[in-house]
C-alpha cells in the first residue's frame, strides 16, 4: 500500500512539474521588438481595438466567452467554422483619423504545440484604405505568452481580472524573420509583395468578458521606390 | 519507497510528455474538397453564398443602409460609395465550409478591383481581384491574387456570378453568388 501511495505521489509530482516547467518556461518569451523596426524601410502604422464591443463587429462561434458584437449578427456555429472568429474594424492612421476597413480572419491551427509553447492561430488581414488601395495579410500568430502572461492571471485573480501592460508582437510567420506576408491589390500597393508585423497591447482583461482595454497595431514595410523598380 | 515514488515521477512526467506529444491541440473539421479536374485547365470548384441567408455582414455609408441592425458603419466621408460585406460560403453541396469577404469600392475601373477574401478554417485562404466590369448578366471574371497553406502555390482564374430567383436550402433565400475557381499548381521541369 506504501508503494502504490508513493508512485502515485510520484506520478503527481511528475505532471504538476510538467505544467511549472512549461508555465514557466523563459524562452517562451517573444520580443516586443518589430524586426521591421530596424529594416530602414518606410512603415505603415495601422491600429484598432481588440475589444469586442469597439469593433464595427465581431463574428465567432458564440460559444466563447467575448461575445458576437453587435448581438444581432449570425454566429459561426457551423462545424467548419466553429474554431474560427472574424473582427471588422476601423484601422487608424498615426495621428488617430480613420484611413480604412480591416477584417482579420483569425483560426485555431493545427500546428499548435503545447511541448513547442505554440498556441498558433492562422489569421488574414483583408485590408482597405478608401484614399490608398488595398492589401492582404497572411500571418500565423503565437498567443502563448498572452495566455500565460494575461488569460491565465486573470482566471487565478479572486475578482477575475488582470491589470497592467502586456505589450508583444504575435505575428511569428510564415516570413524566416518571423513577418507576415503582404500582397497589395490595388491603388499604391497594386502588385506589391512586403512584410508585416502585428503587435497586441493589453491593459485590462476579464475572465469573464475577455478584453477590456486592448489594442493592436499592423505594421506594413513599404518596399523603397528603388527596390519597386528592380 | 523512495524509487516508486521517483518510478512514479518519471512516469508522470514522461506520460504527459507523450500526451502532450500524439494528442493534437486543436483539430479542424474537414469537409471534403469537391474538385473536379479538367484536362487543360486544372482543377474546378464551385463555392456559393445564398442571398440573403448568409450575409453575415454589410457595410454601406449612410444611416440606417448598413446590415444587421445596430451595426454602426463608419461615418467618414472616404466610404461613401463602397460596399463591404461578410458572408457564410458554401460549397457544391450546400454546406458552410468557409467565411468570405467581399469588398467593392463602388469606383470602378480595372485599377480598383472588386476584391474577395475566402477563408475555409481546415484549408487556407484565396484572395481574389475581379475587374469591376461585368463580361456578361451578373458575371466577372478575375483572378486567384495569393493564397495561404493549401492555396499558397496555386494559381488561375476566379469567376463571380450572380444568380437571381434560385431555390436554395433555406426558404428565405432567393438569390445566389457562385464563386468558380479554375486553379494550377506550380509547374514542375521535366527530368
Avoid: C
Avoid at chain 1, 465581431?58 to 448581438?71: Q, T
Avoid at chain 2, 468570405?100 to 472588386?114: T, V, W
Avoid at chain 2, 477574401?117 to 481546415?122: E, G, H, Q
Avoid at chain 2, 451578373?138 to 469567376?159: E, I
Amino acid at each position: 500500500m506504501r508503494y502504490l501511495i508513493s508512485s502515485l505521489l510520484g506520478l503527481v509530482v511528475g505532471v504538476a512539474l510538467f505544467f511549472v516547467v512549461l508555465y514557466y518556461n523563459p524562452f517562451a518569451a517573444r520580443p516586443a521588438v518589430s524586426p521591421l523596426a530596424v529594416s530602414g524601410q518606410r512603415l505603415i502604422d495601422l491600429t484598432y481595438s481588440g475589444v469586442a464591443t469597439e469593433t464595427i463587429a465581431f463574428i465567432n462561434s458564440g460559444e466563447s466567452i467575448i461575445k458576437p458584437h453587435p448581438d444581432t449578427i449570425s454566429e459561426l456555429w457551423e462545424p467548419a467554422v466553429e474554431l474560427s472568429w472574424v473582427s471588422v474594424v476601423t484601422l487608424t492612421n498615426a495621428l488617430g483619423a480613420p484611413a480604412g476597413i480591416g477584417f482579420k480572419f483569425s483560426s485555431e491551427s493545427e500546428r499548435s504545440s503545447i511541448l513547442q509553447s505554440k498556441a498558433l492561430v492562422d489569421s488574414v488581414w483583408h485590408v482597405w484604405l478608401p484614399e490608398r488601395g488595398g492589401f492582404f495579410v497572411d500571418q500565423t500568430e503565437n498567443y502563448w505568452s498572452y495566455i500565460r502572461d494575461v488569460v491565465i492571471p486573470a482566471r487565478w485573480n479572486s475578482s477575475d481580472r488582470w491589470r497592467g501592460t502586456w505589450n508583444r508582437i504575435t505575428t511569428i510567420g510564415p516570413n524566416a524573420l518571423g513577418t507576415g506576408r503582404v500582397s497589395g491589390a490595388s491603388g499604391e500597393f497594386a502588385g506589391m509583395r512586403t512584410e508585416a508585423v502585428e503587435l497586441l497591447t493589453t491593459r485590462a482583461y476579464s475572465a469573464v468578458n475577455g478584453p477590456v482595454s486592448m489594442t493592436g497595431n499592423l505594421t506594413i514595410s513599404l518596399p523603397s521606390p528603388d527596390e519597386d523598380a528592380r | 519507497m523512495f524509487k516508486t515514488f521517483i518510478l512514479g515521477l518519471i512516469l508522470g512526467l514522461g506520460g504527459t510528455v507523450a500526451l502532450a506529444y500524439y494528442l493534437p491541440v486543436v483539430n479542424q473539421h474537414r469537409e471534403a474538397s469537391l474538385i473536379t479536374f479538367e484536362a487543360n485547365v486544372g482543377t474546378t470548384e464551385v463555392f456559393h453564398v445564398n442571398l440573403p441567408g448568409d450575409r453575415i455582414l454589410a457595410g454601406i455609408h449612410g444611416p440606417d443602409r448598413s446590415y444587421p441592425a445596430g451595426l454602426h458603419w463608419p461615418e467618414d466621408q472616404m466610404f461613401s460609395g463602397a460596399q463591404a460585406e461578410l458572408f457564410k460560403l458554401r460549397d457544391r453541396n450546400d454546406v458552410v465550409v468557409g467565411v468570405a469577404s467581399r469588398i467593392s469600392s463602388g469606383r470602378g475601373g480595372a485599377e480598383e478591383p472588386i476584391q474577395w477574401t475566402l477563408n475555409l478554417p481546415a484549408r487556407g485562404t484565396m484572395f481574389v481581384l475581379l475587374n469591376p466590369a461585368e463580361t456578361g448578366a451578373g458575371t466577372r471574371n478575375g483572378a486567384l491574387h495569393a493564397g495561404t497553406r493549401d492555396f499558397a502555390k496555386l494559381s488561375g482564374s476566379v469567376l463571380e456570378q450572380f444568380s437571381d430567383n434560385v431555390s436554395t436550402s433555406d426558404a428565405e433565400s432567393t438569390a445566389r453568388i457562385h464563386l468558380v475557381t479554375r486553379l494550377v499548381g506550380p509547374q514542375v521541369p521535366e527530368e
